[in-house]
């Protein structure tokens, strides 16, 4: 796995994030438990390691734009094979990160990566976003799982006053982000997936 080693390093060398040891190590048992759950789980139809490591591990960092060092509450809706949700916890230590996952087959294999990475900071939800009552976030994260209109109605009973949502789009977001309901505000950054020439378009949309 060494090379595999090196292409992680590389990456938060990148995305300036300090390339540890100890979190290269966590990035590389995450990439050998995902490979092997995949085979009963269906978790990605990504299989080779490098481009797990950048599709997968890489595009959950570049969220990190938009959520700084501090303590934070996100939840991650849909987190699937735990993407962005579990990159972000590894890296964002002090933050408390619940992935939101309503499959019974890939909250099994969240948990195990939970366990098996010592997450104390993962809480998981098996259940629907729309079902989550009494809990409260201060970020809410999305890949491409709803449009920004289907989004807002489906979250926005979880997110603090204040709070906000970070999603990552592709090309044909501007056509979204004219559907955004009135009183919300957005700001757009378009950032390199590192090592690629793949262009991903970063969204924080806000009161």
Known sequence: MQKEKELIRKGLLYLEIDPKDELIDSF???????????RVCNLTKITKNEDI????????????????PREWEICDIGSGGGFPGIPIALVRTESQIALIEPSYKKTTFLKHVRRTLALH???IYDIRVEDIKGQLFDIATVRALYKI???????GHILKPGGFYILNKGPAYEKELKEIPPGLH???????????KIKRNLIKIYK
């Open 121 to 123: 900071n993962v809480k």
């Open 53 to 68: 490591i950048i599709k997968h591990f890489f595009d959950s960092l570049l969220y990190l734009r938009f959520i700084p």
């Open 149 to 155: 209109y289907e989004l807002i109605p489906k979250v």
């Open 28 to 38: 590389i048992v995450f990439l050998q438990e995902l490979k092997r759950w995949n």
């Open 186 to 196: 957005y700001e757009v950054i378009q950032i390199d997936l590192p090592l690629t």
